[in-house]
């Protein structure tokens, strides 16, 4: 029978807490005011935020919209914390918050409005999909301040800590395979494919090629963090991620020679949970081979995508860590990519696919001098070099696609690693 009844009081969407019952967010808590953005249909809503929410000042901003003007305003700008959008009127409320929650990162917290009052659906969204509060018309002022100032103030950041996009580790089965090209390039078409904000992570603290391949001049940041995990705050990300595209930031370093220090497994894995809560895809280069400090990468990946060449180190050391991440994960997760797959001198296809048990994942021919010439150019090589895009195409789907197919609701998709 279809749930239709209202909530009780403690899971009541839109009840004003009775007295006792939190009351509103404290002096203390509203010092930590994050910056909103409601998008809604109706004036008395809108006037109920304005007024409800006075004490965010300019940090609220209130627009005439609903789930697609919020779904556009987050592919293009993502610097708010808190989203209130109204999905009055939207017939597939599920399908369409999903879309927001492809281009919303996963540190925003995301209140829903709208006329639906029963328990089942407030559970739907709240408990299933990851919303942080859901409210059903008409709001009031009171309703507001009891239930979305503790979201707005910060009272609720211990549900975000759980939450995070997708890390996707790649590396090379040996030195030289095509690893930062990949990288660089997947990131570049996750952020087209998916709408979503990318996080590109270089661990090659010295000599790493991504920051080249995309003319940025990386600080001392990222060492620090790496090293001493306790300083690398939530402020790190800001002082050291550059904005090499309006969604894609690389975070890398630039160490001279002989001065790179003790990179810590604490440190790895604080540095990707602060990515974690930004971004929606964490695409991470790892070196080849990878450290001890950075393995819990590939435990945290939701994909690992592997480079190798047509050659025999290559497949050898190509199964060794796809047996190495399937021994630590339990999960076959590694994506194969056989890169400059007919290049003069290498393996024919038939060896390759012998050699690892079967065939690659996505194959890239090889792509001659202009690729390098990118590289010089500090141009991406997708927008030099035409045919790398459709190269790449069937590993992007795979990358973006198994997310979409399996997003059946928002929390989980975000709580998968
Ligand atoms: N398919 C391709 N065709 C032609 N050149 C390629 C291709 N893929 C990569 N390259 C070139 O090969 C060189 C090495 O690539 P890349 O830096 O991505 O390798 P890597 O695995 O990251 O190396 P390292 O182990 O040093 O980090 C670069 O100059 C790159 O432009
Ligand atoms: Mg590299």
Redesign the pocket.
Known sequence: MPDHSLPAAADAPGAAPGPGAGGGASAAALQNLARTVAFVSDETTATALRVGLISLGEELEVRKGDLRHAIRHFERDATAQVCIVDIEGIADAQTALEGLAHVCPPNVRVVVIGDNPGIGFYRMLVHGMGVSEYLYKPLTRDTVQQLLLPIVSGASMGQRAQRGGSVIAVC?A???????????NVALELMDASKGHIGLLDL?LQ???AAAMLSARPGPGLRIALEDPDRADSLFLDRTAIAVEPRLKLIAAEEAFGSAGEVSEAGVNRVAELLRARFNYVVV?L??PTPPSMQCLFAMARHVVL?MGPDIVSVREAKAVRDFVRRLTGADHVLTVL??AD?KGGLPRELVDKGLGRAPDAV??????R??E??NLGTP?IRHVRA?RG?LAPLVVELSGVQRAAAASWLPRWLRR
């Open positions: 090379g040996r030195g030289g395979a095509g690893a930062t090209t990949l990288a660089v090659h000599s790493g090629a280069d070196p080849a480079a890169n400059r290049m890239v021919p090889d792509l001659g001098p690729m390098l990118a590289v090589a790398l190269a």
